[in-house]
């Protein structure tokens, strides 16, 4: 079982940064690969960027591209989003994700929810124009 705790939203201009951390208990965090996903009121929650277990492999959403950074900390058990040249439309709860499979079939579906297997409580960023 791993928990993980989101922190770092807010709120925050258009233009401006946040950086979002994902805590993670346990001793096996360098087994996941994790994600961050994010719903915005009356929409589906959406996949935002993915970081494989070593961090060598990183995938983001075209919504975000240039502008997010998804990276990670073994040693510490944290994975980060660092969000600049923020925009109204990325106001949303932001979760963290994390999936237990450990294997090749992650690089085909990191971007499904449906992939991942534990869950943080969410962190709201919203954007003011």
């Known amino acids: 079982q791993v928990q993980l705790v989101e922190s770092g939203g807010g709120l925050v201009q258009a233009g401006g940064s946040l950086r979002l951390s994902c805590a993670a208990s346990?001793?096996?965090?360098?087994?996941?690969?994790m994600g961050w996903f994010r719903q915005a009121p009356g929409k589906e929650r959406e996949f935002v960027a993915a970081i494989s277990w070593s961090g060598g492999r990183t995938y983001y959403a075209d919504s975000v591209k240039g502008r997010f950074t998804i990276s990670r900390n073994n040693a510490k058990n944290t994975v980060y989003l660092q969000m600049n040249s923020l925009k109204p439309e990325d106001t949303a709860v932001y979760y963290c994700a994390a999936d237990r499979t450990s294997d090749s079939t992650w690089y085909d579906s990191y971007g499904a929810s449906y992939e991942y297997d534990y869950w943080g409580q969410g962190t709201q960023v919203t954007v003011s124009s």
């Open positions: 346990g001793r096996t965090f360098s087994r996941y690969a």
